[in-house]
């Protein structure tokens, strides 16, 4: 049997940095004229960070007592207070500091090759300040090809699948370099149809050459071969044989000599004699799903989906089995229960999403029996249906809430909306309600009580074409 007496051995190492005892190093760190100093020990150096200690076997002595100074003035003072007291005391309290602080924080492990410090803070930054990073999203992503970011990278993919716009419309768009571009267009399952893919492409290789003409009409040979030149490790990513005639014609002919002859020749054929065999390679189609909703992601549908399922793993966004057909949006259609009955009585496989005003909270149901007007003032029994709350914004995790008692599930009553027993039901405009856990697991929300919603959502969902024609 170990014992371990990591905490005192922690706490000692950090008593010797902060004292400073028998030091032969001063790290300076910070911007002048305001540069802090740091006294560090060689030794620790060679075995906790060997990037220091070569920095240190490269500096030279700078005064009587054989002591040798480095300077690191571009890292801010704070961040390399974090950086030396992991390096001593295998610690680092987060706590209360602002999240640019810890993605510095993270780059300057990285610069440090702290492999370990590394792989800890970008799980920690995803799943405590996901909202920071998103609204930081284009210098994230930037970073995130780095060396050592793998988590990190994984994470900007995942966004940049379900949300490309906040690649595609940034500011920042036209400054994304080459390598990156290309690595987002030939991915399977961007989101994004193909002739919005061109447009982009066409867009950033013109932006790289401020000397082409604004207007097409005035282009010449020479301007055509810049591009093609500018976009020759983009171009073979587009997927030409997936546009309709329409936007072949009005996309891609005007462009045409950007293109090889041979590749321009096949497009028009496939389009004018498809049966007519070509060389050209055809790239498959991209997994592309969409969700028509102003409330919940993609991954959000694919979420639900897994749950109806009930799969113990969530599926991939590019596998979701079903389709979501909204028929009710509260904004567009009215949030009166008048509204919600004329279009969701007696419908069957109903998913219902509210927005929380004001907080980041995304609650809703499913309901596969569906509300029935023929029986109001009655309870409907279903083994299946369950309601949630979702992962957005600043709430870090699902909820899920099966129903346990299958007579109290769901409640017709012609006074509410969509009603999943006393658990959780619209109450009247724009408000929800969460009384006593009757009919399902758990509450989805800390407060019960009513709470009122910026927007909702019904889906009725059914199984795509594809799936339903393997299972046969």
């Given at each position: 049997m170990t014992l371990n007496f990591y905490e005192n051995l922690s706490n000692d190492y950090i008593k010797l940095l902060e004292n400073g005892d028998e030091?032969?190093?001063?790290?300076?760190?910070?911007?002048?004229?305001?540069?802090?100093?740091?006294?560090?020990?060689?030794?620790?150096?060679?075995?906790?960070?060997?990037?220091?200690?070569?920095?240190?076997?490269?500096?030279?002595?700078?005064?009587?007592?054989?002591?040798?100074?480095?300077?690191?003035?571009?890292?801010?003072?704070?961040?390399f207070n974090f950086i030396i007291k992991y390096i001593y005391g295998a610690t680092?309290?987060?706590?209360?500091?602002?999240?640019?602080?810890?993605?510095?924080?993270?780059?300057?492990?990285n610069q440090f090759q702290l492999e370990e410090l590394v792989a800890r803070l970008q799980p920690f930054l995803i799943e405590n300040h996901p909202s920071w990073l998103k609204?930081?999203?284009?210098?994230?992503?930037?970073?995130?090809?780095?060396?050592?970011?793998?988590?990190?990278?994984?994470?900007?993919?995942?966004?940049?699948?379900?949300?490309?716009?906040?690649?595609?419309?940034?500011?920042?768009?036209?400054?994304?370099?080459?390598?990156?571009?290309?690595?987002?267009?030939q991915s399977d399952d961007l989101q994004l149809e193909e002739p919005q893919v061109w447009d982009y492409v066409i867009q950033w290789g013109t932006a790289q050459n401020k000397i082409l003409p604004s207007n097409l009409d005035d282009w010449i040979e020479k301007d055509f071969q810049i591009?093609?030149?500018?976009?020759?490790?983009?171009?073979?990513?587009?997927?030409?044989?997936?546009?309709?005639n329409e936007y072949i014609m009005e996309k891609i002919y005007p462009y045409q000599q950007i293109l090889e002859k041979k590749l321009m020749s096949d497009i028009l054929k496939y389009y004018i004699t498809p049966d007519r065999p070509?060389?050209?390679?055809?790239?498959?189609?991209?997994?592309?799903?969409?969700?028509?909703?102003?409330?919940?992601?993609?991954?959000?549908?694919?979420e639900i989906a897994s749950w109806i399922d009930k799969k113990e793993v969530t599926y991939e966004f590019n596998n979701n089995p079903y389709d979501f057909n909204l028929i009710l949006r509260g904004s567009r259609d009215g949030f009166g229960k008048d509204v919600f009955w004329n279009l969701c009585?007696?419908?069957?496989?109903?998913?219902?999403?509210?927005?929380?005003?004001?907080?980041?909270?995304?609650v809703g149901g499913y309901n596969p029996i569906g509300w029935n007007s023929n029986f109001m003032s009655q309870y409907s029994k279903t083994n299946d249906s369950f309601i949630f709350s979702l992962k957005n914004g600043s709430i870090k995790n699902n909820i899920l809430s099966r129903v346990k008692n299958a007579n109290l599930g769901i409640y017709n009553n012609s006074d509410y909306g969509?009603?999943?027993?006393?658990?959780?039901?619209?109450?009247?405009?724009?408000?929800?309600n969460i009384l006593n856990l009757e009919g399902?697991?758990?509450?989805?929300?800390?407060?019960?009580?009513?709470?009122?919603?910026?927007d909702y959502e019904v889906f009725q969902i059914s199984k795509k074409e594809n799936t339903l024609n393997i299972q046969q």
């Open positions: 030091h032969n190093i001063i790290i300076e760190a910070g911007e002048s004229p305001v540069m802090h100093t740091f006294k560090v020990h060689s030794t620790v150096l060679r075995y906790r960070c060997p990037y220091l200690y070569d920095e240190f076997k490269k500096s030279t002595i700078n005064n009587d007592d054989n002591i040798r100074i480095i300077q690191k003035p571009p890292i801010s003072a704070k961040v680092i309290n987060l706590e209360k500091v602002e999240t640019y602080i810890i993605f510095d924080l993270l780059m300057t492990a609204s930081n999203f284009y210098k994230i992503y930037h970073s995130s090809f780095q060396p050592g970011f793998t988590v990190l990278r994984k994470f900007c993919n995942d966004i940049i699948v379900n949300h490309p716009n906040l690649i595609f419309e940034s500011n920042d768009f036209n400054t994304l370099p080459e390598a990156d571009l290309v690595s987002i267009i591009l093609k030149n500018t976009l020759q490790q983009c171009l073979p990513h587009i997927r030409y044989f997936q546009f309709s070509i060389s050209s390679t055809i790239l498959p189609p991209r997994n592309i799903f969409q969700i028509t909703s102003s409330i919940i992601s993609n991954k959000h549908a694919t009585d007696r419908k069957t496989n109903i998913v219902v999403v509210a927005r929380v005003k004001d907080t980041d909270e995304i969509s009603n999943f027993g006393n658990d959780f039901f619209m109450k009247g405009t724009k408000l929800f399902y697991e758990k509450l989805i929300r800390k407060k019960t009580g009513e709470f009122p919603i910026d």
